[in-house]
């Protein structure tokens, strides 16, 4: 884990690759009280609900994700917010690339504060997930 | 001018509850495996000791998880037709332990709309506060839905 001094403006967290896998959202939707079949389990509902690429990736799925590239970066207890805007359906079995770079440093209340941008991307370019984070890391 | 928006303006003010959730091991456990979390921290104890935690720990996510376990009521927003989750937002307070029992309460935030390219689209925030048995607030957690002409 870095140390706030050792980080500088524009510096970049990730990225890193991930897929969500069909079992790997059927096995969320379970988790998260939502059992198919739905738009994220079943290709017929997602079609009726207008999703034409097949199933989507539930937006807190995609969240969960971008949290685990803040905190194998900070560190488990790094976040302090995460806002995120889901700007298109993400499909199941695609390469997703995940990044964040970084906007501002302050130090404030006593906390090093690491502010970025953070985005989900597709292989075609695509701006899945978008939003801010702040993650606090510890000085030397 | 401001776009008249037609709602139930009386839900304002009014928390809906939910809970306890039992935040087991076995909890965590789904939790991790559905996102393929592999942070020590999150998986055992000796992790999250080793990280300066009393013990094993949620994913900063989990509130989000189980947020949608809280049963909102209609905003009867009359606007569009379809209504989509456009956005999360959690700020995690304190850490949630192996163990913990958390309570919910939402709140509706916000009802406004946004023009842009696109067209106009009516946003309807909830904001929920977790807090664990011994009353501290956990985390903050926003969604945002949007209505879509």
Known sequence: MPYYDEVELGDEIGPVEKVATDDEVSNFCDVWGTPGPNRFTDAETAAKSGMKGGPIVPGIMTMAMMAQLLTDWGGPGSIKDLDLVFRQPVPHNRALTLAATITDLREEDGESLVECDILMTGTEGERYVGGKAIVTLQSH | M??????????YGIEHKAGP???SNETIDRANSSTGEAGAAFLSDEGAIAAGYKGRIAPPTLCCIL?????????????????????????????????????ASSHLKDVYAKTGRSGTMVFVVWETTFSNQNGEVVAEVQESFARRE
């Open chain 2, 67 to 103: 947020v949608r376990q809280v049963a909102l009521p209609d905003v009867k927003v009359k606007f569009g037709k379809t209504s989509m989750h456009a956005g999360q937002r959690v700020e995690p307070k304190a850490p949630v332990y192996a163990g913990d029992q958390l309570t």
């Open chain 2, 2 to 11: 401001a776009m008249e928006l037609e709602y139930d303006r009386s839900l």
């Open chain 2, 21 to 23: 959730f039992e935040i």
